[in-house]
């Protein structure tokens, strides 16, 4: 059965962070090739795990870009600032259980329409590394210039001029020149856009899940706007995978666990919630004040004759377990000073309350704990991997600071990757806390055990409701039966 993974990211390769589109196209094909740009070499023909790449083109581009180096020193050429935006780099996860022959296809007919047939070159990369837990995924370099129909570059953007109501120009006198606004030739910086691009990635995927005959969908939306009550679980990364698959018990792994026992049981009370409120709206419909306790016990009474009536023989344990039910919601009835409907109505209220308030609680503590577990792993890779970038930071000569890069990738691109994270994690100058992530961990893990509690004592309240309803809803139903079968014995004797 194909394990349905939903993974897209993106991100834009910029000259003004250090990157360069060549440099990219070369790494994620295992490539060597030369930036004309800067005259840097780029070596990644010891990279292993490659296993696909191909270039797409949209029609009216330069056949010659069929070439990755011939494609991205264009970029890189075209593109005069600093600063400049080269490449906008997409990442998915394809499915592990699907042929290499058909993920490469599902990628190419994703890439083709979603992108290529938009006007955009597309260098795809599919990664299979060898490792224990599967990861096939593929790595999108696309370019962002539009292609003019005679083959040439197009503007990412152009200036026009603001004008007045009457259609003429507007002065800005304190500028000294006319009012104008940028205006983008595309709509692919958008979030709109980004946001269209994820939902065409989980139709494709879903499709191809179909056509294996996979019922299970993949969702491009978050939890909470999918309208799930849950965080989902921390990622357990390959370490922690392969103890769990082998028995052992790790750290994230219980956590995980404790994460999807609370979730099952928000989900179970809530439902029994939303049931208990439907058969309370129900009975209120019907003009009836009648005391409670005496409804349950009149139940259990006529159930006891009715049974005997038709000379059914109850065992000692169901009775046993009868009269246990009964005394139990006579108690909860008694302890809460409920007598009628409109009171029991009332504790429910109360009940949904609690819980609701329970459940955004355990939520937020849900959602601490991934984001402390996620800055504890990040920070085991972050601290080994900060000398060799020191170290590369700290070479002036162009040349050897290029072949210590190309020795060291891997830990330099990790550091930078990581360091950017806890800057949008933390803020920028941010702290660095290990020891304080793991506390509080740790207290947040104590207090889930008094979550529980109180969701098991919400649970026990809601089900004694539900007994309590299903004895006042079918009371009526017995001593129907019962009026039937004493007519029946009536009309016999007579």
């Known amino acids: 059965m194909i394990n349905a993974i939903y993974h897209f990211s993106m991100q834009i390769i910029t000259r003004g962070k250090g990157k360069s589109a060549v440099a990219g196209a070369a790494y994620r094909s295992g490539q060597r090739l030369v930036n004309d740009y800067d005259r840097l070499v780029h070596d990644f023909t010891k990279k292993g795990g490659v296993v696909h ?33 080269l490449a906008r780099e997409i990442e998915i996860s394809l499915p592990n259980e699907l042929s290499r022959a058909e993920n490469i296809e599902l990628a190419r007919r994703f890439v083709q329409k979603t992108f290529v047939s938009k006007g955009m070159c597309a260098d795809v990369c599919i990664h299979d590394p060898e490792r ?15 292609i003019n129909p005679d083959g040439s570059w197009g503007e990412k953007q152009r200036k026009e001029y603001v004008l007045d109501a009457d259609g003429n120009k507007i002065y800005d006198k304190r500028k000294r020149t006319y009012k104008c606004r940028t205006v983008q030739t595309t709509d692919w910086n958008s979030r709109e856009k980004a946001e269209e691009w994820r939902a065409a ?25 999918q309208g799930k009550i849950e965080q989902p679980t921390i990622h357990l990364g390959v370490s922690a995978t392969q103890m769990e698959r082998k028995g052992i018990r790790t750290e994230k792994g219980d956590i995980n666990r404790r994460i999807k026992e609370q979730n099952a049981e928000l989900h179970r009370l809530q439902a029994e919630l939303e049931k208990v409120n439907a058969a ?3 009975l209120q419909q019907r003009p009836q004040e009648e005391n409670l306790v005496s409804i349950i016990m009149r139940f259990y009474g006529n159930g006891q004759k009715f049974a005997e009536a038709r000379g059914l023989k109850v065992g000692n344990l169901k009775k046993a377990a009868k009269l246990r039910d009964v005394s139990h919601a006579v108690a909860f009835l008694q302890g809460n000073h409920i007598s009628t409907m409109s009171e029991l109505s009332e504790k429910h209220t109360a009940l949904e309350s609690e819980y609701y308030s329970l459940k955004d609680q355990i ?34 000569n162009p040349k050897k600071k290029e072949k210590y890069y190309n020795a060291h990738s891997s830990q330099i691109d990790a550091y930078k990757a990581l360091r950017s ?3 949008n994690t933390l803020g920028d100058g941010f702290k660095l806390t290990p020891k304080a992530w793991r506390s509080e961990l740790a207290e947040l893990e104590k ?26 809803e079918h009371l009526q139903a017995f001593e129907d039966r019962q009026q039937d079968i004493q007519k029946k014995r009536n009309n016999a004797l007579e």
């Open 201 to 225: 990635w989980a139709d494709f995927l879903n499709a191809e899940l179909a056509a294996h005959g996979i019922a299970e969908k993949v969702d491009h939306r978050s939890f909470v706007r």
């Open 280 to 282: 309370i709206a129900e």
């Open 363 to 396: 939520i937020a503590r849900q959602k601490r704990m991934k984001e402390l577990s996620e800055l504890i792993d990040h920070y085991e890779i972050y601290k080994p991997n900060k000398a060799a970038y020191d170290e590369w930071q700290s070479i002036s």
């Open 132 to 146: 224990d837990q599967p990861n096939v995924h593929a790595h999108i370099l696309l370019t962002m210039r539009p």
């Open 447 to 472: 207090e889930n055990g008094t979550d529980m509690f109180r969701l098991h004592k919400l649970e026990d309240s809601t089900a004694t409701m539900a007994t309590i309803l299903y004895n006042v």
């Open 421 to 423: 994270f806890f800057a």
């Open 53 to 85: 790449t191909e270039i797409l083109l949209p029609k009216h581009a330069p056949p010659e870009y069929s070439d990755r180096s011939t494609l991205w020193n264009a970029v890189e050429k075209v593109e005069k600032a600093k600063n400049s935006q």
